[in-house]
């Protein structure tokens, strides 16, 4: 049995915002291994996803460029050790520049960049702010003539997007760039992690099935005991998982319930479709936080990203389907460590 210390238990916490006791319990079942000790605390409805997005702090600034015909658009990250920096006025010129070099040469990575003449330029850049500054990434997308392409890049220079649609004709194409360009500023505001609920893995997606019914669950105790009116607690998570037969079977208890009600069968066909579309609707809840075409559309909170776009095409008298979108926010992902100030001045002293 491996030996459960403070510090992994304080590192578990860290890492999930669960109780103590939770995280010292989980750590003894899991023998000490970190990743299962997680996957335990999510399972039972205890660790809090979001904590991990809340301690991303990297600083620096993204960079976008835009083809004046729509035709090519670029977004790249750098990043620099301290928010200051990031205001110098020449790590901001760094940043166009690099954001120039890759929107004009479209190197393979950061290695071929760096390896590039530029990237003597970029060091040299760096040497003179005189802090660690590092390109952490870039994506180009192009289009052609049928394909409408779009992007938006936050005032506060820290998040960028692009986001291309297939379409039927150019003219469909040219009409949609300005709802792309909304639908850019909707991914910017909303996070999608990914473009489908079928780009989902089903293990991901039977793991998180499990944890946010649980959570919901602890919530409802809350509730109960405050005496606040319950969340419904869905079955699934999921569009993948709303096989016909899971919809087949919805239908047939919607009908059964309608019928304890004594509701009149002839009247049964116009409440079934708006009682499966909220059976939907309740059972979807992953895909409307990280599906972009998926979620609920900020501009009209009536319809999806996806049934959005494919009614301004039809405005347009063609057809359009976003393909690929990249989202790249400034510190995403990279966990900030945070020192001790009164110990390093103590060590410093001593």
């Known amino acids: 049995m491996a030996e459960i210390t403070a510090t992994m238990v304080k590192e578990l916490r860290a890492a999930t915002d669960a109780p103590m006791m939770d995280c010292k319990k989980v750590l003894v079942e899991a023998d000490g291994d970190m990743a299962k000790a997680t996957e335990l605390l999510k399972e039972r409805g205890i660790a809090k996803a979001a904590k991990k997005a809340d301690r991303v702090a990297a600083e620096g600034l993204a960079g976008f460029k835009i083809a004046d015909d729509f035709s090519k658009a670029t977004v790249v990250e750098i990043n620099s050790e301290t928010d200051f920096v990031a205001q110098n006025e020449s790590f901001q010129k760094l940043v166009k520049a690099t954001?120039?070099?890759?929107?004009?040469?479209?190197?393979?990575d950061v290695e071929a960049l760096m390896a590039s003449s530029f990237g003597e330029t970029f060091t040299a850049a760096v040497a003179k702010i005189g802090e660690?500054?590092?390109?952490?990434?870039?994506?180009?997308?192009?289009?052609?003539?049928?394909?409408?392409?779009?992007?938006?890049i936050h005032s506060n220079n820290r998040i960028a997007v692009i986001v291309i649609a297939k379409c039927d004709s150019e003219k469909t194409a040219e009409g949609m760039r300005a709802v792309l360009k909304q639908v850019a500023m909707h991914a910017s505001?909303?996070?999608?992690?990914?473009?489908?609920?079928?780009?989902?893995?089903?293990?991901?997606?039977?793991?998180?099935?499990?944890?946010?019914?649980e959570v919901i669950k602890k919530d409802n105790e809350e509730l109960s005991r405050l005496k606040k009116p319950l969340k419904n607690v869905p079955q699934y998570i999921s569009m993948s998982q709303l096989t016909p037969e899971v919809m087949a079977a919805a239908e047939e208890n919607i009908k059964a319930e309608l019928k304890a009600q004594g509701k009149p069968e002839q009247i049964w066909d116009k409440i079934v479709p708006g009682q499966l579309a909220r059976f939907v609707d309740d059972n979807t809840t992953l895909d409307k936080e990280q599906a972009l075409l998926d979620q609920t559309y900020?501009?009209?909170?009536?319809?999806?990203?996806?049934?959005?776009?494919?009614?301004?095409?039809?405005?347009?008298?063609?057809?359009?389907?976003?393909?690929?979108?990249?989202?790249?926010?400034v510190g995403e992902g990279i966990e900030k460590v945070v020192g001790d100030f009164a110990a390093e001045v103590a060590a410093q002293m001593a």
């Open 99 to 108: 954001t120039e070099e890759i929107y004009n040469n479209q190197p393979a």
């Open 132 to 152: 660690k500054i590092e390109i952490r990434r870039f994506s180009t997308l192009t289009a052609d003539a049928t394909t409408a392409l779009n992007g938006y």
């Open 189 to 213: 505001a909303m996070k999608p992690t990914t473009l489908s609920y079928k780009d989902f893995d089903a293990d991901y997606v039977t793991s998180e099935t499990v944890g946010r019914i």
């Open 298 to 329: 900020v501009l009209d909170d009536k319809l999806t990203v996806a049934q959005a776009v494919e009614a301004h095409a039809k405005a347009l008298g063609g057809t359009a389907t976003i393909t690929e979108f990249i989202r790249l926010e």
